[in-house]
Protein backbone atom coordinates (compact mmCIF):
# COMPACT_ATOMS: atom_id res chain seq x y z
CA UNK A 1 0.00 0.00 0.00
CA UNK A 2 3.04 2.42 0.94
CA UNK A 3 4.49 1.22 -1.89
CA UNK A 4 1.76 2.38 -4.34
CA UNK A 5 1.31 5.90 -2.34
CA UNK A 6 5.41 6.44 -3.22
CA UNK A 7 4.61 5.14 -7.01
CA UNK A 8 1.68 7.48 -7.65
CA UNK A 9 3.07 10.36 -5.77
CA UNK A 10 6.66 10.24 -7.53
CA UNK A 11 4.78 9.65 -10.88
CA UNK A 12 2.86 13.26 -10.28
CA UNK A 13 6.27 14.90 -9.15
CA UNK A 14 7.76 13.64 -12.51
CA UNK A 15 4.95 14.51 -14.92
CA UNK A 16 5.40 17.52 -13.49
CA UNK A 17 9.47 18.20 -13.45
CA UNK A 18 9.02 16.98 -17.09
CA UNK A 19 6.42 19.68 -17.95
CA UNK A 20 9.15 22.24 -16.90
CA UNK A 21 12.14 21.48 -18.70
CA UNK A 22 10.18 19.75 -22.03
CA UNK A 23 7.73 22.16 -24.03
CA UNK A 24 4.14 20.87 -24.66
CA UNK A 25 4.43 18.52 -27.69
CA UNK A 26 7.12 17.03 -26.24
CA UNK A 27 5.50 16.12 -22.93
CA UNK A 28 2.82 14.63 -24.93
CA UNK A 29 4.84 12.91 -27.08
CA UNK A 30 6.29 11.13 -24.42
CA UNK A 31 3.28 10.16 -22.53
CA UNK A 32 1.88 9.06 -25.64
CA UNK A 33 4.86 6.76 -25.94
CA UNK A 34 4.79 5.56 -22.61
CA UNK A 35 0.96 4.50 -22.61
CA UNK A 36 1.36 2.51 -26.34
CA UNK A 37 4.51 0.71 -24.41
CA UNK A 38 2.32 -0.29 -21.33
CA UNK A 39 -0.60 -1.48 -23.55
CA UNK A 40 1.80 -3.47 -25.39
CA UNK A 41 4.00 -4.57 -22.70
CA UNK A 42 0.44 -5.76 -20.54
CA UNK A 43 -1.27 -7.75 -23.43
CA UNK A 44 2.47 -9.10 -24.71
CA UNK A 45 2.36 -11.17 -21.08
CA UNK A 46 -0.81 -12.57 -22.79
CA UNK A 47 -2.24 -12.07 -19.00
CA UNK A 48 0.24 -15.01 -17.53
CA UNK A 49 1.13 -12.70 -15.17
CA UNK A 50 -2.39 -13.25 -13.17
CA UNK A 51 -1.70 -17.20 -13.88
CA UNK A 52 2.00 -16.91 -11.95
CA UNK A 53 0.40 -14.96 -9.32
CA UNK A 54 -2.01 -17.31 -8.84
CA UNK A 55 -0.86 -20.69 -9.65
CA UNK A 56 2.46 -19.67 -7.30
CA UNK A 57 0.62 -18.76 -4.30
CA UNK A 58 -1.45 -21.99 -4.80
CA UNK A 59 1.95 -23.97 -4.94
CA UNK A 60 3.88 -22.61 -2.81
CA UNK A 61 1.01 -22.95 -0.08
CA UNK A 62 1.08 -26.56 -0.46
CA UNK A 63 5.01 -26.92 -0.60
CA UNK A 64 5.71 -28.26 -4.33
CA UNK A 65 8.54 -25.76 -5.32
CA UNK A 66 8.95 -27.58 -8.45
CA UNK A 67 5.71 -26.73 -10.01
CA UNK A 68 6.50 -23.16 -8.43
CA UNK A 69 9.32 -22.82 -10.82
CA UNK A 70 7.45 -24.86 -13.64
CA UNK A 71 4.76 -22.03 -13.32
CA UNK A 72 7.29 -18.83 -13.37
CA UNK A 73 9.85 -20.79 -15.98
CA UNK A 74 7.07 -21.44 -18.48
CA UNK A 75 5.44 -17.94 -18.23
CA UNK A 76 8.73 -16.49 -18.87
CA UNK A 77 9.38 -18.87 -21.99
CA UNK A 78 6.10 -17.65 -23.46
CA UNK A 79 6.28 -14.04 -22.55
CA UNK A 80 10.13 -13.47 -23.45
CA UNK A 81 9.35 -14.21 -27.55
CA UNK A 82 6.49 -12.84 -27.72
CA UNK A 83 7.22 -9.60 -26.17
CA UNK A 84 10.17 -9.50 -28.13
CA UNK A 85 8.45 -10.06 -31.73
CA UNK A 86 5.78 -7.24 -30.13
CA UNK A 87 8.61 -4.67 -29.83
CA UNK A 88 10.49 -5.46 -33.17
CA UNK A 89 7.05 -5.10 -34.95
CA UNK A 90 6.62 -1.82 -32.80
CA UNK A 91 9.99 -0.50 -34.14
CA UNK A 92 9.21 -1.63 -37.34
CA UNK A 93 6.27 0.29 -37.91
CA UNK A 94 6.73 2.92 -35.64
CA UNK A 95 6.63 5.60 -38.94
CA UNK A 96 3.62 4.38 -40.37
CA UNK A 97 2.08 4.36 -36.71
CA UNK A 98 2.96 7.93 -36.06
CA UNK A 99 2.16 9.40 -39.46
CA UNK A 100 -1.09 7.56 -40.17
CA UNK A 101 -2.42 6.47 -37.19
CA UNK A 102 -1.47 9.73 -34.55
CA UNK A 103 -0.37 11.84 -37.30
CA UNK A 104 2.52 12.87 -35.68
CA UNK A 105 5.80 12.08 -37.56
CA UNK A 106 8.24 13.29 -34.93
CA UNK A 107 6.73 10.24 -32.73
CA UNK A 108 8.44 7.99 -34.77
CA UNK A 109 11.81 8.09 -32.79
CA UNK A 110 10.16 7.62 -29.38
CA UNK A 111 8.06 4.70 -30.72
CA UNK A 112 11.50 2.84 -31.70
CA UNK A 113 12.96 3.58 -28.35
CA UNK A 114 10.22 2.48 -26.12
CA UNK A 115 10.15 -0.65 -28.33
CA UNK A 116 13.04 -1.65 -26.09
CA UNK A 117 11.06 -1.31 -23.49
CA UNK A 118 7.94 -3.75 -23.99
CA UNK A 119 10.06 -7.37 -23.20
CA UNK A 120 11.14 -5.16 -20.24
CA UNK A 121 7.85 -4.09 -19.03
CA UNK A 122 6.33 -7.41 -19.85
CA UNK A 123 9.38 -9.35 -18.09
CA UNK A 124 8.93 -7.41 -15.02
CA UNK A 125 5.39 -8.17 -14.64
CA UNK A 126 5.95 -11.96 -14.35
CA UNK A 127 8.72 -11.44 -11.71
CA UNK A 128 6.81 -9.30 -9.89
CA UNK A 129 4.20 -11.73 -9.80
CA UNK A 130 6.53 -14.40 -8.89
CA UNK A 131 7.42 -12.40 -5.78
CA UNK A 132 3.84 -11.51 -4.87
CA UNK A 133 2.88 -15.45 -5.22
CA UNK A 134 5.58 -16.43 -2.74
CA UNK A 135 3.90 -13.33 -0.62
CA UNK A 136 7.33 -11.37 -1.08
CA UNK A 137 5.04 -8.19 -1.54
CA UNK A 138 8.17 -6.00 -0.56
CA UNK A 139 10.14 -7.04 -3.55
CA UNK A 140 7.91 -5.31 -6.22
CA UNK A 141 8.05 -2.05 -3.74
CA UNK A 142 11.48 -2.30 -3.96
CA UNK A 143 12.20 -2.58 -7.58
CA UNK A 144 8.82 -1.19 -8.97
CA UNK A 145 7.88 1.55 -6.81
CA UNK A 146 11.13 2.66 -5.64
CA UNK A 147 13.96 1.69 -7.53
CA UNK A 148 12.43 2.24 -10.97
CA UNK A 149 11.09 6.17 -10.19
CA UNK A 150 14.11 7.36 -8.27
CA UNK A 151 16.21 6.49 -11.11
CA UNK A 152 14.65 7.61 -14.25
CA UNK A 153 13.43 10.85 -12.04
CA UNK A 154 17.45 11.14 -11.34
CA UNK A 155 18.99 10.24 -14.71
CA UNK A 156 16.26 12.42 -16.21
CA UNK A 157 17.07 15.44 -14.00
CA UNK A 158 20.42 14.98 -15.00
CA UNK A 159 20.13 14.91 -18.85
CA UNK A 160 17.42 17.40 -18.82
CA UNK A 161 19.75 19.78 -16.72
CA UNK A 162 22.60 19.39 -19.40
CA UNK A 163 19.96 20.47 -22.01
CA UNK A 164 18.86 17.77 -23.76
CA UNK A 165 15.10 16.87 -24.27
CA UNK A 166 13.12 14.16 -25.35
CA UNK A 167 14.68 11.33 -26.40
CA UNK A 168 16.72 11.60 -23.44
CA UNK A 169 14.09 11.92 -21.39
CA UNK A 170 12.89 8.26 -23.02
CA UNK A 171 16.30 6.64 -22.57
CA UNK A 172 16.32 7.72 -19.02
CA UNK A 173 12.95 6.09 -18.87
CA UNK A 174 13.96 2.62 -20.66
CA UNK A 175 17.06 2.57 -18.47
CA UNK A 176 15.05 3.19 -14.98
CA UNK A 177 12.43 -0.26 -16.32
CA UNK A 178 15.82 -2.00 -17.41
CA UNK A 179 17.06 -2.05 -13.49
CA UNK A 180 13.67 -2.24 -12.17
CA UNK A 181 13.58 -6.08 -14.66
CA UNK A 182 16.59 -6.77 -13.47
CA UNK A 183 16.17 -5.66 -9.46
CA UNK A 184 12.82 -7.85 -9.78
CA UNK A 185 14.19 -10.98 -11.48
CA UNK A 186 17.15 -10.67 -8.28
CA UNK A 187 14.63 -10.89 -5.87
CA UNK A 188 12.86 -13.43 -7.33
CA UNK A 189 15.78 -15.71 -7.48
CA UNK A 190 16.75 -14.80 -4.20
CA UNK A 191 13.59 -16.38 -2.36
CA UNK A 192 13.43 -19.32 -5.18
CA UNK A 193 15.70 -20.39 -8.03
CA UNK A 194 13.76 -20.53 -10.97
CA UNK A 195 16.37 -21.16 -13.63
CA UNK A 196 18.98 -23.05 -14.22
CA UNK A 197 20.22 -26.50 -15.73
CA UNK A 198 20.66 -27.77 -12.05
CA UNK A 199 17.19 -26.41 -10.66
CA UNK A 200 14.62 -29.10 -10.86
CA UNK A 201 10.91 -27.76 -12.66
CA UNK A 202 7.92 -29.18 -12.72
CA UNK A 203 5.52 -27.82 -15.71
CA UNK A 204 1.69 -28.16 -15.51
CA UNK A 205 0.00 -29.78 -18.16
CA UNK A 206 -3.60 -29.54 -18.66
Wanted: glycine share 8%; net charge positive.
Amino acid sequence: FLGSIFRTVFLFLYAAFVATFLDPASVGLFFLGVTVMTILGSASTLALDVGVLRYTALYNGEGDRERVRGVIAGATYIVIPVSIIAGVLLFFFARPLAEDVFGKPDFTNVLRMFAAAVPLFSLAKVFNAGTQGLRRMRYQVYSRDVAEQLTKFLLSAVLLMEGLALTEVVSANVAALALATCLSLYFLHKIQPIYGIHVKRTYEQR
